[in-house]
């Protein structure tokens, strides 16, 4: 129970002293993002991938009240598919696609350069994006038991990867000035709430706390106030 409470704390404080800062950076679009934004989508994975390795408590079952529709397979692949599309989308926007789609001339480019830029290009950037799919609705073998040593150190990792690409996906938000006012900080919170939960839901499937549902949603609140 308290490894989360930990995860989403430290979460916190890093938000508070480096979010705005981020936030600056990813203002201005370029390669580095791109890099900073790729290299954490595959720790993201990466750590999705730990947390649904994880063995669930012996009771998790009996005490869980998480509905069963939010661990279905078709509401996993629905959400993964969501995040894939807007991690493309925001991809594409520190490479400068979304500005430069708007000048390029198709007249003046061939059939492959036109292709490329219009099809292959973000077809690409789509494709690897939905890899998140697999991570997050396929079928995992659970290997990390309950018992073992490293148990406790895989899972905080999990539990810090998935709350590292959250903080990086925040200030990615704050940056694009979209979300502003109460109604902005709604539309924020819904938003985190669809992209970046699933993981949180895994993992309180298999150690359920309330505690820990709540110390997610705060960190969750507190992102999106930061955002608007």
Known sequence: MILPILADTASAAVAILLLPTLAELFAEPGTLNVLLLGGAFVVYCTAVYLIRKLESSADADRV?????WLTQT?????????FALVLAAELM????????????????????ESAAFFVYAPGALIGAS???????????RVSIEEGSRNYTGLALLGLLGVNGMLLLGTAVLQSTQFFSGWL????????????????RVWYLAKRPSLLAALSY????????????
């Not at 869980?64 to 069963?68: G, K, T």
């Not at 078709?74 to 969501?82: D, G, K, S």
């Not at 705060?218 to 930061?226: H, P």
Request: charged share 10%; hydrophobic share 65%; net charge neutral.
């Open 130 to 140: 939905l890899f998140y799919v697999l991570v997050l609705s396929a079928s995992v």
């Open 64 to 68: 869980s009240r998480l509905p069963a």
């Open 184 to 199: 902005g900080m709604i539309g924020a919170f819904v938003l985190l709430v669809l992209l970046f939960l699933p993981p």
């Open 93 to 112: 926007q520190q490479l400068g696609y979304w500005e430069s789609i708007l000048v390029v001339d198709d007249r003046v480019l061939g059939a492959g």
């Open 217 to 228: 949603l705060a960190l969750l609140g507190l992102l999106a106030w930061q955002v608007g």
């Open 74 to 82: 078709i509401t996993m692949r629905v959400l993964a598919i969501f």
